[in-house]
Antibody, heavy 117, light 112 residues
Framework: QVQLVQSGAEVKKPGASVKVSCTAS????????IHWVRQAPGQRLEWMGW????????KYSQKFQGRVTISRDTSASTAYMELSSLTSEDTAVYYC??????????WGQGTLVTVSS | EIVMTQTPLSLSVTPGQPASISCKSS???????????LYWYLQKPGQPPQLLIY???NRFSGVPDRFSGSGSGTDFTLKISRVEAEDVGVYYC?????????FGPGTKVDIK
């Protein structure tokens, strides 16, 4: 069955960067796009951006433009989300999700990123 | 960006009773007379969100038929005909007619 498995929890200092991976299985990785969504404590879900897994084209939320980079390695069926210049407000659970014929039909388990000095 | 609002923000329901959640968008989610890009997700405690309803009223694979969606334009409703214990969690509506996708604040449903 379809699985999106994300990398483990991270603790980072303010100003650092974090890179989260999302490895897909159970389907052909390049068939569908991957989106990234985050959820800060007590906050609503927040869409960050997406990647076309075929050609690597990306679109980002304006809120994160300049700080986020989404990439992929098709040979590893893996997408990545890197967020730089971290502040405490970036403490959140980060999810990857697949966009098949409908948006966000399968999600990774989530990766907790804690930003603390 | 499109702003999504939901009411109520919390709901306590007796098992077997119905529940209803409203979602409103700041602009129409109908694209040129074609699809309406409104979705419902349920996030159970400690889990990622899961898709329940797509394009207003279509149940996703495996979703029980006690869940139904309706609405048009900017006003939408998710109904649970008879709430069960496994339905607890936070329900989110989401729009995907334009980027950035945006979510409602969530409606927390628990059992009385």
């Amino acid at each position: 069955q379809v699985q999106l498995v994300q990398s483990g929890a991270e603790v980072k200092k303010p100003g650092a960067s974090v890179k989260v991976s999302c490895t897909a299985s159970g389907y052909t990785f390049t068939t569908y796009a991957i989106h990234w969504v985050r959820q800060a404590p007590g906050q609503r879900l927040e869409w960050m951006g997406w990647i076309n897994t075929v050609n690597g084209n990306t679109k980002y939320s304006q809120k994160f433009q300049g700080r986020v980079t989404i990439s992929r390695d098709t040979s590893a069926s893996t997408a990545y989300m890197e967020l730089s210049s971290l502040t405490s407000e970036d403490t959140a659970v980060y999810y990857c999700a697949r966009y098949s014929s409908v948006p966000l039909d399968d999600w990774g388990q989530g990766t907790l990123v804690t930003v603390s000095s | 960006e499109i702003v999504m609002t939901q009411t109520p923000l919390s709901l306590s329901v007796t098992p077997g009773q119905p529940a209803s959640i409203s979602c409103k968008s700041s602009q129409s989610l109908l694209q040129s007379g074609r699809k309406t890009y409104l979705y419902w997700y349920l996030q159970k405690p400690g889990q990622p969100p899961q898709l329940l309803i797509y394009e207003v009223s279509n149940r996703f694979s495996g979703v029980p038929d006690r869940f139904s969606g309706s609405g048009s334009g900017t006003d939408f409703t998710l109904k649970i005909s008879r709430v069960e214990a496994e339905d607890v969690g936070v329900y989110y509506c989401m729009q995907s007619i334009e980027l950035p996708f945006t979510f409602g604040p969530g409606t927390k449903v628990d059992i009385k």
